[in-house]
């Protein structure tokens, strides 16, 4: 039906009038006064189930076509088609950040002027089918796939038509990702996801400096990636892992100089002497990742320390962690309690795997104390 009265609208706009037959060419036989809808005109009208309520009766097509005249039955619409909507509407894209379609005045790409079986008068279901018209959906698949973004929720986060925010989102980070992180999620492997805002907003942690000022998308992207947790680069899923660099998206920021030498008298606080803890526990083949001991959002003690791990279906706790102003000490789980200090090496009987380099002497310890203490 709606390709045959499409075909009559061409007709009738000339685009094959010679095809027409002769009775036709003389004009549409109408009663100016008689509805468009009756048994035998666009009886098709407003019978799905979303009907636009400016094409609800026959009376009202004249708002946005041109009246039938006697012997004319063009069907023209009263103004161009990109001002038609905003008659009533006004401008649906008054906002600072336009969708291009909108802002064109595309909107009979997306909805039906009539009526539609989708709500709003849609053209198509109100999610990514919608977008996936005119936006490439393989950007948005990837190894790991936003929940909302796989189940085509893009209009959870986005404005179809204007917004003043980027993006036409309908609210920036954090407030946009809190609006459903504000409780503990599934990820699709049944692994719960803690809820950062519960995070953000106990000010009995020390917050990560990027996550405390609100910047998510620093970290991660919210559509799809080839990372865990839509990171923007690695970090290694399980707690050990054979140590490079590139698997830390933490070197976006940190310098990676802190992980590549077994001694240091500057490179890193985390020292005993000039013994680097971090090469130590990090830089070898079974080497812990950073979240052994770090939160990457925020934790109870200095320096993002957690105070525990989760550990498949055990808990790895990090005891009693205290920084002194010259290093610190910790129980944890792991072994047995240790302390370290920067300038005055402590003596720990661990059973450990042979130390890489050499012990500073004490003039260079001495040196580096008060270098560093004064500053
Ligand atoms: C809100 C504005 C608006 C109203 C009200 C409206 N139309 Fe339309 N109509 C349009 C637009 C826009 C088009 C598409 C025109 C084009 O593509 O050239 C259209 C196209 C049509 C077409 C041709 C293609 C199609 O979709 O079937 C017919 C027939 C039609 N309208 C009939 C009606 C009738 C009958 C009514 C009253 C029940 C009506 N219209 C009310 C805006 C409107
Ligand atoms: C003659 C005035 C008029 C024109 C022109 C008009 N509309 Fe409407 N439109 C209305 C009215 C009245 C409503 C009902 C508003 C309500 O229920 O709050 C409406 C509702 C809508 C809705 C929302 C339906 C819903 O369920 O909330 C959409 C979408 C819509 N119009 C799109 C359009 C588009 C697209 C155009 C241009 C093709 C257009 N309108 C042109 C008067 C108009
Ligand atoms: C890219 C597709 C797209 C374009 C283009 C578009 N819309 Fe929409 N519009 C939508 C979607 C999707 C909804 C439903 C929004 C929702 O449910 O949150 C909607 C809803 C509406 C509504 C209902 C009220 C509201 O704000 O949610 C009106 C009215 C409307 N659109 C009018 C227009 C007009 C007028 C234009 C052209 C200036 C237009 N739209 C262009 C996708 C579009
Ligand atoms: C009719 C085609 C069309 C449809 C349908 C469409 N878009 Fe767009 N969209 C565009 C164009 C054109 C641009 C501007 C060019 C670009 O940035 O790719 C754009 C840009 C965007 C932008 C970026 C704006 C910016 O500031 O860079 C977002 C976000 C967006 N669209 C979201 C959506 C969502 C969500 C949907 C589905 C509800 C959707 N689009 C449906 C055509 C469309
Ligand atoms: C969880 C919220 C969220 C969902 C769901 C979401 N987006 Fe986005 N989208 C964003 C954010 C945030 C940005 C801004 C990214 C930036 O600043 O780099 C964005 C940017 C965009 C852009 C412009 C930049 C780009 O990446 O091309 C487009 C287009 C876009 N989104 C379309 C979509 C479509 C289509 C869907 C559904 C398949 C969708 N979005 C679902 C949050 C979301
Ligand atoms: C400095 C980088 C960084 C910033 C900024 C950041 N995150 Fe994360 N986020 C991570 C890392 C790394 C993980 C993975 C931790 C793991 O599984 O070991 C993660 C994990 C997550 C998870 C999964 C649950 C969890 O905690 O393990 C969610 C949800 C999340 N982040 C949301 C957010 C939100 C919302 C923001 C902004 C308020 C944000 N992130 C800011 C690095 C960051
Ligand atoms: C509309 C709800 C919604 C919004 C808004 C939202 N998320 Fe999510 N997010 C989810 C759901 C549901 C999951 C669990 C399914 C999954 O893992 O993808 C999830 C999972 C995640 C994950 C873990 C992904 C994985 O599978 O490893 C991260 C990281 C994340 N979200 C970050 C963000 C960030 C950053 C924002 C803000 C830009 C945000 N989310 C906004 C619903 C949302
Ligand atoms: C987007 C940039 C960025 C990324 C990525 C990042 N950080 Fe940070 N981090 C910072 C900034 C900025 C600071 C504050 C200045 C500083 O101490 O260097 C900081 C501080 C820290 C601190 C010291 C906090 C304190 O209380 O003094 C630790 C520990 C830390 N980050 C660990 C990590 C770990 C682990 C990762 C990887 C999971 C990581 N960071 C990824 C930006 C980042
Ligand atoms: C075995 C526990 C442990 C592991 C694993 C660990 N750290 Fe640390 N880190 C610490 C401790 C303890 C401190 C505090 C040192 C001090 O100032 O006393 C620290 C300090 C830091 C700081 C502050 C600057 C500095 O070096 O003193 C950053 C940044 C940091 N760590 C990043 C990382 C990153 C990135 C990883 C993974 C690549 C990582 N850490 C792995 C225990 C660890």
């Known amino acids: ?4 009265l499409a075909a009559t609208v061409l007709f009738f706009l000339g685009a094959s009038v010679s095809a027409l037959p002769a009775a036709a060419q003389a004009g549409f036989p109408i009663d100016p006064e008689a509805s468009c809808v009756s048994s035998s005109c666009h009886d098709d009208m407003a019978k799905q189930e979303f009907v636009h ?15 039938p005249q006697e012997g004319r039955h063009a069907f023209e619409l009263a103004v161009a088609e990109e001002e038609l909507c905003a008659m009533c509407h006004g401008d649906m894209a008054d906002k600072e950040y336009k969708h291009v379609p ?24 109100p999610n990514s089918e919608l977008c996936f018209n005119c936006h490439d959906s393989e950007e948005f698949e990837g190894p790991t796939t936003h929940g909302p973004v796989g189940e085509g929720q893009c209009l959870k986060c986005h404005d179809p038509h204007t917004s003043d925010h980027a993006y036409q989102l309908r609210a920036e980070p954090p407030d946009l990702c809190f609006g459903c992180h504000n409780r503990a999620l599934k990820d699709p492997k049944g692994r719960t996801l803690p809820a950062p805002k519960n995070t953000f907003r106990d000010d009995t942690l020390n917050l990560h400096p990027p996550f405390e000022a609100g910047m998510c998308l620093g970290c ?47 490179a890193t606080g985390f020292r005993n002497g000039n013994l680097n803890l971090h090469y130590r526990h990090v830089n070898r083949q079974k080497g812990r990742s950073c979240k052994a001991c770090h939160h990457h959002h925020g934790a109870p003690n200095e320096r993002l320390i957690r105070d ?44 450990v795997t042979p130390r890489e380099g050499v012990d500073a002497t004490p003039e260079e310890l001495e040196r580096a104390k008060e270098e560093q203490l004064d500053e």
């Open 1 to 4: 039906m709606l390709r045959l």
């Open 53 to 67: 309520a400016a094409a609800a009766d026959g009376e009202q097509c004249v708002t946005c076509h041109e009246p």
């Open 102 to 125: 909108v802002a064109e005045g595309m909107c009979t790409f997306c909805h039906d002027p009539h009526q539609s079986d989708n709500p709003k008068q849609l053209n198509f279901p």
């Open 220 to 266: 991660h992207l919210p559509h799809a990636g080839a990372n865990y947790r839509l990171l923007l680069e690695p970090y290694p899923e399980t707690l050990y892992a054979s140590f490079s660099p590139d698997k830390y998206i933490c070197f976006m920021c940190h310098d990676d100089e802190a992980f590549a030498e077994p001694r240091t008298l500057e």
């Open 308 to 351: 525990k791990i989760p550990f498949g279906k055990r808990t790895i706790n990090i005891r009693k962690f205290e920084r002194t102003q010259t290093g610190g000490s910790c129980s944890p789980t792991c072994h047995r309690p240790v302390s370290y200090d920067r300038y005055e090496p402590v003596f720990n009987t661990l059973k």
